[in-house]
């Protein structure tokens, strides 16, 4: 069972230290040995100590500074340690303190002082590793969301952000914590209309969350992308206000598709407008969107009369057309007047995503073609009769 005992790492480079604590600590912990900072360093990744009690004065690398090494490392810096030390002086407690050192034990030691500070400390350590937990948790369902949430402190400054934040605004946590989010990061000619929305949500009493609105933004690169962004109100433990959680989803590729969308519709509005043929646009459930001025004046109506009405309201048998491209049909159309008439009708399919969101269908009046198809007169085929034919000969 000894897996399941605290681990404690003496650091001492005097073996009659290093038995003594064994004496006093290998009942109810389970240990392991380094003679100086050095060693210590090396076994610390592998033992994975919850407690260290380190020896100041050692050859090769000091406790102070072995110490110091431990507190800027991410992955040893919350474990406990204790200085053991025989100095006594008030400089040298401070240049302890300053090293990031937990708490001191003097030499030589006390077994009942040495077992109270190493109990205190693996409580606080336990305590500390549950809210670490909690909070790496938290982090992952954080960096796991599909939209940029960071938090931002009552001078905006970046408290926390997500990875998809991170991955939006092109910059490492380095870079973001600690900084103003509105000043870094929102183009110059918004700044100030987002600050002041920003301040007067925070000052309102009654509204906890604010309505979704787009935000535009410059990432590091330069790139502006805009965002559909949410904020919701944080309060600290007494109920007060205190940081603003915000959310952001980055929606500038379905801007750029719906400002292509729009271009193309504009495109197409102006197209129909000019043809020459008489032409009808429908949307995806066959109703009229645009009609040019042709086709009104073909069928007898005014543009108001029969846009956003279904196609089936002026065909003779209320029909709808097939969505798909074809060509020569002959459809008959009822005209403002009651008549109806036949007409050639060519449709083709506008296409969106691979989804049918449209039809153009282009009308023309058979009456119009009558002159092609009548057969050539008399006089045409006598030219045609009179015309000498060669006759075959020998030479």
Same mark, same amino acid.
């Given at each position: 069972?000894?897996?399941?005992?605290?681990?404690?790492?003496?650091?001492?480079?005097?073996?009659?230290?290093?038995?003594?604590?064994?004496?006093?600590?290998?009942?109810?912990?389970?240990?392991?040995?380094?003679?100086? +900072?050095?060693?210590?360093?090396?076994?610390?990744?592998?033992?994975?100590?919850?407690?260290?009690?380190?020896?100041?004065?050692?050859?090769?690398?000091?406790?102070? &500074?072995?110490?110091?090494?431990?507190?800027?490392?991410?992955?040893?810096?919350?474990?406990?340690?204790?200085?053991?030390?025989?100095?006594?002086?008030?400089?040298?407690?401070?240049?302890?303190?300053?090293?990031?050192?937990?708490?001191?034990?003097?030499?030589?030691?006390?077994?009942?002082?040495?077992?109270? &500070?190493?109990?205190?400390?693996?409580?606080?350590?336990?305590?500390? !590793?549950?809210?670490?937990?909690? &909070?790496?948790?938290?982090?992952?369902?954080?960096?796991?969301?599909?939209?940029?949430?960071?938090?931002?402190?009552?001078?905006?400054?970046?408290?926390?952000?997500?990875?998809? +934040?991170?991955?939006?605004?092109?910059?490492?946590?380095?870079?973001?914590?600690?900084?103003?989010?509105?000043?870094?990061?929102?183009?110059?000619?918004?700044?100030?209309?987002?600050?002041?929305?920003?301040?007067?949500?925070?000052?309102?009493?009654?509204?906890?969350?604010?309505?979704?609105?787009?935000?535009?933004?410059?990432?590091?690169?330069?790139?502006?992308?805009?965002?559909?962004?949410?904020?919701?109100?944080?309060?600290?433990?007494? +109920?007060?206000?205190?940081?603003?959680?915000?959310?952001?989803?980055?929606?500038?590729?379905?801007?750029?598709?719906?400002?292509?969308?729009?271009?193309?519709?504009?495109?197409?509005?102006?197209?129909?407008?000019?043809?020459?043929?008489?032409?009808?646009?429908?949307?995806?459930?066959?109703?009229?969107?645009?009609?040019?001025?042709?086709?009104?004046?073909?069928? +007898?109506?005014?543009?108001?009369?029969?846009? !956003?009405?279904?196609?089936?309201?002026?065909?003779?048998?209320?029909?709808?057309?097939?969505?798909?491209?074809?060509?020569?049909?002959?459809?008959?159309?009822?005209?403002?007047?009651?008549?109806?008439?036949?007409?050639?009708?060519?449709?083709?399919?506008?296409?969106?995503?691979?989804?049918?969101?449209?039809?153009?269908?282009?009308?023309? !009046?058979?009456?119009?073609?009558?002159?092609?198809?009548?057969?050539?007169?008399?006089?045409?085929? &006598?030219?045609?009769? !009179?015309?000498?034919?060669?006759?075959?000969?020998?030479?």
């Amino acid at each position: 069972m000894s897996e399941l005992l605290p681990k404690i790492l003496v650091v001492d480079d005097e073996p009659w230290n290093l038995e003594l604590m064994e004496a006093y600590l290998s009942s109810d912990y389970e240990l392991t040995m380094a003679t100086n +900072g050095v060693e210590a360093l090396e076994k610390v990744k592998d033992f994975e100590p919850d407690v260290i009690l380190l020896d100041v004065l050692m050859p090769k690398m000091d406790g102070y &500074r072995t110490c110091e090494i431990l507190k800027k490392d991410d992955s040893t810096k919350f474990i406990p340690v204790v200085l053991v030390t025989a100095l006594s002086e008030k400089e040298d407690k401070i240049k302890g303190i300053e090293s990031g050192a937990d708490e001191f034990l003097s030499k030589p030691v006390d077994m009942l002082e040495l077992k109270t &500070r190493v109990h205190s400390l693996l409580k606080l350590k336990q305590q500390q !590793d549950m809210v670490r937990k909690e &909070r790496d948790t938290a982090q992952k369902y954080l960096d796991v969301a599909g939209v940029m949430i960071l938090i931002i402190d009552k001078d905006q400054n970046i408290v926390e952000i997500n990875k998809k +934040g991170k991955t939006i605004l092109e910059c490492s946590d380095e870079e973001l914590i600690g900084i103003n989010y509105f000043d870094n990061f929102i183009p110059v000619e918004d700044r100030e209309f987002i600050k002041k929305r920003f301040n007067d949500f925070q000052g309102e009493v009654e509204t906890e969350e604010c309505s979704v609105f787009e935000m535009s933004i410059i990432a590091k690169s330069g790139q502006k992308k805009v965002l559909s962004w949410n904020a919701i109100k944080l309060k600290d433990k007494d +109920g007060n206000k205190a940081e603003i959680l915000c959310s952001g989803e980055d929606i500038t590729a379905r801007k750029i598709v719906e400002e292509e969308l729009k271009k193309a519709n504009e495109h197409l509005n102006l197209l129909t407008r000019i043809s020459p043929i008489a032409t009808i646009v429908l949307d995806s459930e066959q109703n009229i969107v645009t009609a040019n001025e042709k086709a009104t004046k073909l069928l +007898g109506y005014a543009n108001d009369e029969i846009i !956003d009405n279904s196609i089936s309201t002026i065909t003779c048998n209320n029909e709808l057309f097939e969505f798909a491209d074809q060509d020569n049909l002959i459809v008959g159309l009822s005209k403002k007047d009651g008549n109806c008439i036949d007409l050639n009708i060519a449709t083709s399919v506008i296409m969106e995503n691979e989804n049918k969101k449209g039809l153009v269908v282009t009308l023309q !009046d058979i009456s119009e073609l009558s002159g092609l198809l009548i057969a050539p007169s008399i006089e045409e085929n &006598r030219e045609i009769k !009179d015309t000498p034919k060669l006759e075959a000969s020998c030479t």
